[in-house]
């Protein structure tokens, strides 16, 4: 048996204990990342405007066309087309300021700044609109089925739109990036003229509003009428070792409260405080005993080399586990070693939450004396022997009678 047992965990919740979760948002979707599993969701899948979450996007995109990120470019009129106009949110930059890549980067991300989108844009492809093909080409590249862009500032427009189970996927992607990821994470920069200095704005709303929000790694803030308030985050519980990421749209713009951060805190305190992986099985527990044919031990009995954890609720009760084993009765000589020979099925309050698969490990250990015994072929060996000592015995007779 070459592997009984692997880590083999995947996602399982009650959906009892989900449902009576109540936000405010009107979209969501709350992955497991260690398993990338949703384990809670709320017209996930709906079309919906998603504000300045765009900029996740646009900061992706504009990382993989950038040479130099220390390389020199200056801020320009253009790169302030209609913002003024639209009340875009602003990082801070001015015209003729001479800045970098890196601080054009941090300025889309920390603050949120429209005019940062649009320099790089401007400065990277020539154009918004070919900044823009190359953020739906990402779109489609990454699998995106319900995604398109229309501007690079997530300013609301009918063909800028998305939905939470995308922005999660893209986010996924863009996390890989270790720029990406490293801007993300970042609670404040300094530009590298040092006029200006950056903070997320994610964490001076959750401070303003008092959330705790120490357990969130990183996080994109997005905000319009369309799109209500709106976050992208990921968070560690660092109790039972298990990476989250959620997002959410649609959250009420009222400024009494910040709803958007609101919910996701409330999202991960949830499932911090009632999931965590329970052991299915323990490592070294029977899973099954078989016949053996012929073998020098009458049974051949496999064990669990590793113990098998599933993501669970805290009412989870050992004594509701099933195995049920399907395949091969009986090993015998001819079993193939390292090769399935049959699988376990199991269930958790009847519901089948895993299979995983049963394999020869060691060699077949024959035995002549239980083949023989098996067969019957013992009885003819001993009427043999007997039939041998007889016939030996009676020429010995013989041989001494000729001599008297």
């Not at 959906?15 to 990338?36: F, K, Q, R």
């Not at 800045?99 to 949120?112: A, E, I, K, N």
């Given at each position: 048996?070459?592997?009984?047992?692997?880590?083999?965990?995947?996602?399982?919740?009650?959906?009892?204990?989900?449902?009576?979760?109540?936000?405010?948002?009107?979209?969501?979707?709350?992955?497991?990342?260690?398993?990338?599993?949703i384990v809670f969701e709320k017209n996930s899948n709906e079309?919906?405007?998603?504000?300045?979450?765009?900029?996740?996007?646009?900061?992706?995109?504009?990382?993989e066309n950038i040479k130099n990120l220390d390389e020199k470019?200056?801020?320009?009129?253009?790169?302030?087309?209609?913002?003024?106009?639209?009340?875009?949110?602003?990082?801070?930059?001015?015209?003729?300021?001479?800045?970098?890549?890196?601080?054009?980067?941090?300025?889309?991300?920390?603050?949120?700044?429209?005019?940062?989108?649009?320099?790089?844009?401007?400065?990277?492809?020539?154009?918004?609109?070919?900044?823009?093909?190359?953020?739906?080409?990402?779109?489609?590249?990454?699998?995106?089925?319900?995604?398109?862009?229309?501007?690079?500032?997530?300013?609301?427009?009918?063909?800028?739109?998305?939905?939470?189970?995308?922005?999660?996927?893209?986010?996924?992607?863009?996390?890989?990036?270790?720029?990406?990821?490293?801007?993300?994470?970042?609670?404040?920069?300094?530009?590298?003229?040092?006029?200006?200095?950056?903070?997320?704005?994610?964490?001076?709303?959750?401070?303003?509003?008092?959330?705790?929000?120490?357990?969130?790694?990183?996080?994109?803030?997005?905000?319009?009428?369309?799109?209500?308030?709106?976050?992208?985050?990921?968070?560690?519980?660092?109790?039972?070792?298990?990476?989250?990421?959620?997002?959410?749209?649609?959250?009420?713009?009222?400024?009494?409260?910040?709803?958007?951060?609101?919910?996701?805190?409330?999202?991960?305190?949830?499932?911090?405080?009632?999931?965590?992986?329970?052991?299915?099985?323990?490592?070294?527990?029977?899973?099954?005993?078989?016949?053996?044919?012929?073998?020098?031990?009458?049974?051949?009995?496999?064990?669990?080399?590793?113990?098998?954890?599933?993501?669970?609720?805290?009412?989870?009760?050992?004594?509701?586990?099933?195995?049920?084993?399907?395949?091969?009765?009986e090993i015998g000589p001819t079993t193939n070693k390292d090769?399935?020979?049959?699988?376990?099925?199991?269930?958790?309050?009847?519901?089948?939450?895993?299979?995983?698969?049963?394999?020869?490990?060691?060699?077949?250990?024959?035995?002549?004396?239980?083949?023989?015994?098996?067969?019957?072929?013992?009885?003819?060996?001993?009427?043999?022997?007997?039939?041998?000592?007889?016939?030996?015995?009676?020429?010995?007779?013989?041989?001494?009678?000729?001599?008297?």
């Amino acid at each position: 048996m070459k592997k009984i047992l692997m880590f083999l965990c995947c996602f399982f919740v009650f959906t009892t204990n989900i449902l009576a979760l109540e936000i405010n948002s009107s979209n969501a979707v709350v992955y497991n990342l260690n398993e990338d599993e949703i384990v809670f969701e709320k017209n996930s899948n709906e079309v919906i405007s998603i504000a300045s979450l765009t900029k996740i996007m646009t900061t992706i995109v504009a990382i993989e066309n950038i040479k130099n990120l220390d390389e020199k470019v200056t801020i320009k009129s253009r790169d302030f087309v209609t913002l003024y106009e639209e009340g875009a949110s602003l990082a801070g930059f001015e015209v003729g300021q001479t800045v970098t890549y890196r601080d054009l980067l941090y300025g889309t991300f920390l603050p949120s700044g429209a005019e940062a989108t649009q320099a790089l844009a401007f400065n990277l492809t020539g154009s918004i609109e070919s900044f823009v093909e190359l953020m739906n080409q990402k779109a489609t590249e990454i699998g995106l089925t319900n995604t398109h862009f229309a501007n690079t500032t997530g300013l609301d427009n009918k063909d800028n739109y998305s939905t939470v189970v995308d922005v999660a996927k893209l986010l996924k992607y863009a996390l890989k990036n270790d720029i990406f990821k490293e801007i993300y994470e970042t609670n404040s920069y300094t530009t590298s003229d040092e006029r200006m200095t950056f903070y997320s704005s994610f964490r001076y709303t959750a401070k303003k509003y008092g959330y705790d929000v120490s357990s969130l790694i990183g996080a994109k803030t997005g905000y319009t009428d369309d799109a209500g308030k709106c976050l992208a985050s990921t968070a560690y519980d660092d109790k039972n070792d298990i990476y989250y990421m959620s997002v959410t749209c649609g959250a009420s713009t009222d400024t009494s409260d910040a709803y958007h951060i609101k919910d996701n805190v409330l999202l991960y305190n949830y499932f911090f405080d009632n999931y965590k992986y329970q052991t299915i099985i323990d490592k070294n527990e029977l899973l099954v005993s078989l016949k053996t044919k012929y073998g020098k031990e009458k049974y051949a009995s496999f064990y669990a080399k590793e113990p098998l954890l599933k993501y669970l609720d805290n009412s989870f009760d050992k004594n509701k586990i099933i195995l049920s084993y399907s395949g091969l009765k009986e090993i015998g000589p001819t079993t193939n070693k390292d090769k399935p020979i049959g699988k376990i099925d199991i269930f958790y309050d009847k519901n089948l939450i895993d299979t995983i698969d049963i394999t020869l490990d060691n060699e077949y250990q024959f035995s002549l004396i239980n083949y023989l015994l098996q067969t019957k072929l013992i009885y003819v060996l001993i009427i043999i022997i007997i039939f041998f000592i007889f016939h030996k015995r009676k020429k010995t007779h013989k041989r001494v009678s000729h001599r008297h």
